[in-house]
């Protein structure tokens, strides 16, 4: 998710912002469980899968956003 930025920053930024760091392991999670669900490990419904995704992308708007006040 943060390819482009110094992993640096984005583990300093966890180390000084909780909402930050909760936000940045609740997106990894969700994108771990969206990815075995699209592999058919994790059996999920269409609907529910629809909602990870979309909370996963909110997660990742909200966490770019973040970064990129503290920045």
């Known amino acids: 998710m943060f390819e482009a930025q110094p992993q640096a920053d984005v583990e300093a ?4 912002n909780s909402e930050f760091r909760q936000l940045y392991f609740r997106h990894k999670e ?3 469980q969206v990815m075995d669900a699209e592999l058919g490990v994790l059996p999920i ?3 529910t899968l629809g909602q990870m995704k979309r909370e996963k992308l909110v997660a990742k708007q909200r966490l770019l956003q973040m970064y990129e006040r503290a920045n």
Not at 13 to 16: A, Y
Request: no cysteine; aromatic share 0%; hydrophobic share 40%.
């Open 13 to 16: 930024l966890m180390k000084v």
């Open 30 to 32: 969700l994108d771990k």
């Open 45 to 47: 419904d269409d609907t």
